[in-house]
């Protein structure tokens, strides 16, 4: 599949209908999440099982299925997305398993973790259990987004857990308005796309 059509897809996938500020329920914009897919497809790490934590209404799970990585599961701690994610893959014809579930109690690992955690700015920190979970739970590698000002935090944060950084690449980024305190229209964030292995290195 081509890149273009993908971020069409990936477009159809519909945000939450009420979205949470505390749970910063906040959709991947369509480019960045094909920017993450694509990569993880250039790096041969969507041939096996591939894991979406906060999975939300599921554009990078569905994504990673329908570039071929099977078996893909999410899991979401609100169960209002859960139901559009499902609705969502069946609509784009994609295999995912989406779960309700808390990150922090996950156990079921993948060889690939994907995500776009809380970036914790309504509460701080929010993205630490997400950072704990993908470092227990994936095999090979891990693809996240996180903003700029968190790189000092992500890179320790891997330091700890024994994995390599292999890029923190910048990505465009237009955070439509989601929440009744955004005042404007639509607003760029300084966001990283990290690719982090962890194989081999425990
Ligand atoms: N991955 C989605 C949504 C990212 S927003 C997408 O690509 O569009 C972050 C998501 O994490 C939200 O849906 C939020 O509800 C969820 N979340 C926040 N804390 C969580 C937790 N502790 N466990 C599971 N999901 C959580």
Redesign the pocket.
């Known amino acids: 599949m081509r890149r273009a059509e993908l971020v069409r897809r990936l477009e159809s996938?519909p945000?939450?209908t009420h979205p949470?500020s505390d749970?910063?329920?906040?959709?991947?914009p369509a480019e960045p999440?094909a920017e993450l897919l694509f990569t993880a497809l250039a790096a041969g790490d969507l041939a096996g099982s591939v894991l979406?934590?906060?999975?939300?209404?599921?554009?990078?799970?569905i994504g990673a299925g329908l570039l071929g990585a099977s078996p893909v599961a999410?899991?979401?701690?609100?169960p209002e997305?859960v139901a559009l994610a499902r609705a969502a893959a069946t609509d784009a014809g994609a295999v995912v398993e989406f779960a309700t579930?808390?990150?922090?109690g996950?156990t079921r690992s993948a060889d690939v973790v994907?995500?776009?955690?809380?970036f914790g700015a309504q509460r701080l920190h929010?993205d630490r259990?997400?950072w704990d979970a993908a470092y227990r739970l994936a095999g090979r590698s891990v693809y996240a987004f996180a903003l700029a000002e968190s790189r000092t935090f992500i890179a320790r944060r891997a330091v700890a857990a024994n994995a390599h950084v292999l890029e923190t690449r910048p990505v465009a980024w237009g955070l439509p308005r989601t929440f009744p305190h955004h005042t404007r229209r639509r607003v760029a964030l300084s966001v990283d796309l990290w690719t982090i292995r962890t194989e081999g290195t425990e």
């Not at 749970?23 to 991947?28: A, D, I």
């Not at 979406?52 to 799970?61: F, I, K, N, P, V």
């Not at 999410?74 to 609100?78: A, K």
């Not at 994907?114 to 809380?118: A, D, G, H, K």
């Open positions: 996938v945000p939450p949470r749970l910063e329920q906040v959709v991947t999440a979406d934590l906060g999975s939300g209404t599921g554009r990078l799970a999410g899991v979401e701690v609100d997305s579930g808390d990150v922090g996950w994907v995500m776009n955690p809380p929010a259990p997400f």
